[in-house]
């Protein structure tokens, strides 16, 4: 069984920053596919932003410029760096290992944006 902790959510005003991590008990961690997702009350889990095993990363329009996706193997973690964060920002941070024929999710992280 793989195991996702998160961490890294909070409470930020609009234009600030937080770096979300996502740490897996899994090994080899190298070969899979780590995502960053989030779901806002009342709306679906939307993608975020993904980085492969060989380190292509996908964001979503609505990220681009604001977000980075990173991760180091050698840590077995993923990162999700958020900056010039907006109010519509706010949902919970969930992240995702997977590969052809596996998918775990961790069990999600509060950001909330707010004045």
């Known amino acids: 069984q793989v195991q996702l902790v998160e961490s890294g959510g909070g409470l930020v005003q609009p234009g600030g920053s937080l770096r979300l991590s996502c740490t897996a008990s899994?090994?080899?961690?190298?070969?899979?596919?780590m995502g960053w997702y989030r779901q806002a009350p009342g709306k679906q889990r939307e993608l975020v932003a993904s980085?492969?095993?060989?380190?292509?990363?996908n964001y979503a329009e609505f990220v681009k410029g604001r977000f980075t996706i990173s991760r180091d193997n050698a840590k077995n973690t993923a990162y999700l760096q958020m900056n010039s964060l907006k109010p519509e920002d706010t949902a919970v941070y969930y992240c995702?290992?997977?590969?052809?024929?596996?998918?775990?999710w961790g069990q999600g992280t509060q950001v909330t944006v707010s004045s």
């Open positions: 995702k290992l997977s590969s052809s024929i596996l998918r775990y």
């Open positions: 899994t090994m080899p961690f190298s070969i899979y596919t």
């Open positions: 980085i492969t095993s060989g380190g292509t990363t």
